[in-house]
């Protein structure tokens, strides 16, 4: 069964731009994006909007033994090595984009207490993007400042391709959150931006995905625990 990894890297100024240059390879490797780190809600012009000197990486992989080899036995492994991951098992998909194909699905069903991580990917048009920033900011500060969040973050690619990533401590919050009942301020920002995408779409290709997190290695910003339920 594919097994899935999302690394968080902090490097040289250099190696990140190395990296975001020329992706990288590897046997068994299905899928990969390398992008540079941004910090949810930042403003747009500001140095925490686009950090190349952290690296967040989303992979498919053939399996586990795939990803394992890479860790240990390449040179582009041993530097993601040295950062925070986790590995991931795909349970929910909606929407596509281009090369990444979903083979299978874990039959485990999904518990409303338990962890879980969302990736969103998108491949902007880009005369949409000042529409995008204006309906998505405000989605990023709820996703951000939401209880139910222990480690939230996005990620850039030029010229097109933006992703988020968010651990969450239940499906629950997460689903409720989507929904517009999270008990926060303004709670339908999610729904009001989803709503506007509906009405005229941001993106040529955008999938969400949700997974249950099989392990979690190494640590960002301090923290090793961010997969532990609270």
């Known amino acids: 069964?594919?097994?899935?990894?999302?690394?968080?890297?902090?490097?040289?100024?250099?190696?990140?731009?190395?990296?975001?240059?020329?992706?990288?390879?590897?046997?068994?490797?299905?899928?990969?994006?390398?992008?540079?780190?941004?910090?949810?809600?930042?403003?747009?012009?500001?140095?925490?909007?686009?950090?190349?000197?952290?690296?967040?990486?989303?992979?498919?992989?053939?399996?586990e033994k795939a990803l394992n080899d890479f860790l240990a036995n390449t040179p582009f492994g041993k530097q993601f090595s040295k950062g925070w991951f986790v590995k991931l098992r795909l349970v929910r998909q909606w929407g596509s984009i281009l090369g990444l194909v979903v083979q299978d699905l874990s039959n485990e069903s999904e518990i409303d207490d338990s962890p879980v991580v969302a990736i969103t990917i998108a491949k902007m048009r880009l005369l949409q993007i000042p529409r995008f920033i204006k309906w998505g900011r405000p989605v990023e500060k709820l996703v951000r400042d939401h209880s139910g969040i222990t480690l939230a973050s996005a990620s850039i690619r030029f010229p097109n391709t933006v992703s988020t990533f968010s651990i969450w401590k239940t499906t629950k919050e997460m689903t409720d959150m989507v929904r517009g009942h999270s008990n926060t301020p303004k709670p339908k920002r999610h729904v009001d931006a989803m709503k506007e995408r509906d009405r005229k779409d941001f993106h040529y290709e955008f999938t969400t995905l949700r997974f249950m997190i099989l392990s979690e290695s190494g640590q960002w910003n301090g923290n090793d625990n961010y997969t532990k339920s609270k």
Do not use: C
């Open 1 to 63: 069964m594919n097994i899935y990894s999302y690394h968080l890297v902090k490097v040289s100024f250099f190696t990140g731009v190395k990296n975001l240059l020329f992706p990288f390879k590897a046997k068994g490797l299905l899928y990969s994006d390398v992008m540079a780190n941004m910090r949810l809600g930042s403003p747009i012009f500001s140095l925490s909007r686009l950090i190349v000197t952290e690296i967040a990486v989303f992979a498919q992989w053939e399996d």
